[in-house]
RNA sequence: CGGGAUGUAGUGCAGUUGGUAGCACACUGGUUUUGGGAACCAGUUGUCGGGGGUUCAAGUCCCUCCAUCCCGACCA
């Protein structure tokens, strides 16, 4: 393509609403132009890049045998009430109705409708397994857009849906979807870390997300670095060991504690370790129902956890209104004497020995409270959230943590859509069974966008080979050597190579800079070198290399160049195959 | 949804005690330039987020609505 023909249009300034590196500089280079919160649009060289990572992913879900459907975003209401995520993603979906009044959901996610689709159609376990994808657009209202198309609204996926006879089945899919992602992300070039984020202390891999370790991720691993333990902290069990302590039980005694509410104004004023606090907290499901979680005052409360404990129900923390309902007061409630709701207590609450809590009333704490004994627990469950520091629950190992970027997921379904869709199929004995499902998610934009997170510099984007929008670049510089550069930029077009002319008459710098900002990893130099000596010269933009070579020669350096670094990502994907 | 902030030209910003809208970049025409965002000359560009109010007079003060961004609870 030519510059001076195409949708071009790079920006000096940083665009104000831009606070993290790939989107000022997709904002920049001029590959996204925001149209609205969480929606964007992509230019022609953006939408290159995007097309690139694309092929990739297809070209790694067909070698596994996915099959590519396109479905409709427009989705019809009755299939999510059937399955109850109606309800259940009431908050996240966006709606719209036809001339009739009808509903339809913008399809935030495709388990019910590929379900619909497989069920119409499956009748024998000879059809299975079955592993279908799309690519396509994902509309989700999120709570915080965010970080460009990072966190959009409207965004593309790819995602994919496996259907099986049983469990070894879905075992063999799930292990060549690990493979095929991993094989995915380093072709574009990223370094992810397969995190586990199974339900907890049960083993098996139920769930697996790949992470990019970045500074702006919004999600907290855990690793061990001596056995290799790597979990969402969201799921992160530590190894805990718990000391009752045998001092003789006292009785309780209320304690004036006018605005002493947080633990740490607590530790001040009691003079105590955290340990000694019973720290309370009212959570409120989505139904209404209230909830009363306990644990030891130097631990924090994993919602996720609590969340599963009580079956799965989404939680919040209730609010001062709510509170005040169940007979307490925000920063005084405890468990004594508190009636009508659940308690559920982190097994760190079941050790503690004439403990310090809230009242349940402004001002008024209580000492020498004893599980069981002042108060009784629906039940004792790890609901804490997994820290640096803590210990490794393989090796006793001190753990660290790091953010990342989420950037797949891939998760063992079960039966909940073949239960709640009735999918059936008849096995050789003519019975009639479910299938297991799996499904598996990739973000399209998010993955663009932590390739520049990831690779860039004070002068703009640095493209892996294999997903940048073009290859080469050619730059005439000066008067007469625009038909040189004309030839060249022909020939590497003619070689199958994608390639970009800058042949705007403008000065030096300023093509140099817009050839940096948007990143094209093979420039080619045509100026007062060439009219003098007959020199071309290429410069890579990842600094591996520059080379002054002639015309007869610069077509085949270009593609030895591309050869080389094609070849590198090449070895990787050996080494996984070696891996596994 | 809670907390904080912002909204003025395509982009980034300034705009004093209320007095009829400005700078830089970009853009158009021209002359000279051409190896890391050139110089000069001449131009174009605005519903000051919307609505309402106070006032002789509002970008500026008041009310209200809207939008956007950042920090916390969801997910690819």
Same mark, same amino acid.
């Given at each position: 393509?030519?510059?001076?023909?195409?949708?071009?249009?790079?920006?000096?300034?940083?665009?104000k609403?831009a606070?993290v590196?790939?989107?000022?500089?997709?904002?920049?280079?001029?590959l996204i132009v925001?149209?609205?919160? =969480?929606?964007?649009?992509?230019?022609p060289i953006?939408?290159?890049?995007i097309?690139?990572?694309?092929d990739?992913?297809?070209?790694e879900m067909?070698?596994?045998?996915?099959?590519?459907?396109?479905?409709p975003?427009?989705?019809?209401?009755?299939l999510?009430?059937?399955?109850?995520?109606y309800?259940l993603m009431?908050?996240l979906?966006?709606?719209?109705?036809?001339?009739?009044?009808?509903?339809?959901?913008?399809?935030?996610?495709?388990e019910e409708? $590929?379900?619909?689709?497989?069920?119409?159609?499956?009748?024998?376990?000879?059809? !299975?397994p079955l592993?279908?994808y799309q690519?396509y657009?994902?509309?989700?209202?999120e709570?915080?857009?965010r970080?460009?198309?990072m966190?959009?609204?409207?965004?593309?996926?790819?995602?994919?849906?496996?259907?099986?006879?049983?469990s070894?089945?879905?075992?063999k899919?799930?292990?060549?979807?690990?493979?095929?992602?991993?094989?995915?992300?380093?072709?574009?070039? !990223?370094?992810?870390?397969?995190?586990?984020?199974?339900?907890?202390?049960?083993?098996g891999?139920?769930?697996?997300?790949?992470?990019?370790?970045?500074?702006?991720?919004?999600? %907290?691993?855990?690793?061990?670095?001596?056995?290799?333990?790597?979990?969402?902290?969201?799921?992160a069990?530590?190894y805990?060991?718990?000391v009752?302590?045998?001092?003789e039980?006292?009785?309780?005694?209320?304690?004036?504690?006018p605005?002493v509410?947080?633990?740490e104004e607590?530790?001040?004023?009691?003079?105590?370790?955290?340990?000694?606090f019973?720290?309370s907290?009212v959570?409120?499901?989505?139904?209404?129902?209230?909830?009363l /979680?306990?644990i030891?005052?130097?631990?924090?409360?994993?919602?996720?956890?609590l969340?599963?404990?009580? =079956?799965?129900?989404?939680i919040?923390?209730a609010?001062?209104?709510?509170v005040?309902?169940?007979?307490?007061e925000?920063g $005084?409630v405890g468990?004594?004497?508190i009636?009508?709701?659940?308690?559920?207590?982190?097994e760190?609450?079941k050790?503690?020995?004439?403990?310090?809590t809230?009242?349940n009333?402004k001002?008024?704490?209580?000492?020498?409270?004893?599980?069981e004994?002042?108060?009784?627990?629906?039940?004792?469950?790890?609901?804490?959230?997994t820290?640096e520091?803590d210990?490794?629950?393989n090796?006793?190992?001190?753990?660290?943590?790091?953010?990342? &970027?989420e950037?797949g997921? &891939?998760f063992?379904?079960g039966?909940?859509?073949s239960?709640?869709m009735?999918?059936?199929?008849?096995?050789?004995n003519?019975n009639?069974?479910k299938p297991?499902? =799996?499904?598996? =998610?990739?973000?399209i934009d998010r %993955?663009?966008?932590?390739?520049?997170?990831?690779?860039?510099?004070e002068y703009?984007?640095?493209?892996?080979?294999? &997903? /940048?929008?073009?290859?080469?670049i050619?730059?005439?510089?000066?008067?007469n050597?625009?038909?040189?550069?004309?030839?060249?930029?022909?020939?590497?077009?003619?070689?199958g190579?994608?390639?970009? &002319?800058d042949?705007r008459?403008?000065?030096?710098?300023?093509?140099?800079n817009d050839?940096d900002?948007?990143?094209?990893?093979i420039?080619?130099?045509i100026?007062k070198?060439?009219?003098k000596?007959?020199?071309?010269?290429?410069?890579?933009?990842?600094?591996?290399?520059?080379y002054?070579?002639?015309?007869? %020669?610069v077509?085949?350096e270009?593609?030895?160049?591309i050869e080389?670094?094609?070849k590198?990502?090449?070895q990787?994907?050996d080494?996984?195959s070696?891996?596994v």
């Open positions: 393509m030519r510059i001076s023909r195409i949708y071009f249009n790079t920006l000096k300034e940083v665009p609403d606070t590196k790939s989107h000022i500089l997709m904002m920049r280079a001029g925001r149209l609205s919160s =969480g929606i964007y649009a992509y230019s953006g939408y290159r890049s097309k690139k990572i694309i990739i992913i297809r070209e067909d070698r596994i045998g996915a099959q590519e459907f396109l479905l975003i427009l989705t019809q209401k009755e999510w009430v059937e399955t109850g995520r309800e009431k908050n979906m966006f709606k719209t109705i036809d001339k009739n009044g009808q509903e339809y959901i913008l399809g935030p996610t495709h409708v $590929f379900s619909d689709i497989i069920r119409r159609y499956l009748n024998s376990y000879r059809q !299975l592993i279908v690519v657009k994902k509309f989700r209202d709570i915080r857009p970080f460009g198309v966190r959009g609204r409207e965004f593309i996926m790819k995602d994919a849906y496996s259907y099986h006879r049983d070894e089945d879905l075992d899919t799930y292990q060549d979807m690990r493979i095929a992602y991993r094989r995915f992300f380093i072709r574009c070039g !990223l370094d992810t870390v397969p995190v586990m984020a199974d339900s907890g202390a049960m083993g891999k139920e769930s697996e997300e790949f992470m990019v370790r970045s500074t702006i991720g919004e999600e %907290t691993i855990i690793e061990c670095l001596k056995c290799g333990y790597v979990a969402n902290s969201e799921r069990i530590s805990k060991e718990y009752k302590s045998n001092e039980l006292k009785n309780i005694e209320q304690v004036y504690t605005s509410k947080t633990i607590l530790i001040d004023f009691f003079k105590v370790s955290p340990q000694k019973i720290k907290l959570y409120k499901t989505e139904d209404g129902e209230n909830i /979680a306990l030891r005052g130097d631990l924090e409360i994993n919602e996720v956890k969340s599963n404990a009580i =079956g799965g129900k989404p919040s923390l609010d001062e209104e709510t005040r309902k169940i007979g307490s925000i $005084f468990p004594v004497g009636s009508n709701l659940r308690i559920i207590a982190d760190s609450v050790y503690i020995v004439n403990g310090i809230g009242a009333k001002d008024y704490h209580i000492k020498n409270v004893t599980p004994k002042d108060f009784k627990v629906e039940k004792y469950i790890d609901i804490s959230l820290k520091n210990l490794c629950i090796c006793k190992t001190p753990l660290k943590s790091f953010k990342g &970027i950037v997921h &891939i063992k379904l039966y909940k859509y239960n709640d009735n999918i059936e199929f008849l096995d050789e003519g009639k069974v297991i499902m =799996g499904c598996y =998610g990739i973000g %993955t663009l966008a932590t390739v520049i997170e990831q690779s860039s510099d703009g984007i640095i493209w892996p080979i294999t &997903i /940048a929008p073009f290859k080469v050619v730059i005439p510089l000066v008067e050597c625009y038909e040189i550069a004309d030839k060249i930029y022909n020939n590497l077009l003619n070689e190579i994608d390639t970009l &002319i042949d008459q403008l000065s030096p710098g300023i093509k140099f050839a900002l948007i990143g094209i990893p420039r080619v130099t100026g070198n060439w009219v000596n007959g020199v071309i010269e290429i410069k890579l933009r990842d600094g591996s290399g520059n002054e070579v002639n015309e007869n %020669t077509i085949y270009i593609k030895k160049i080389i670094k094609e590198e990502i090449k990787k994907l080494s996984i070696k891996m």
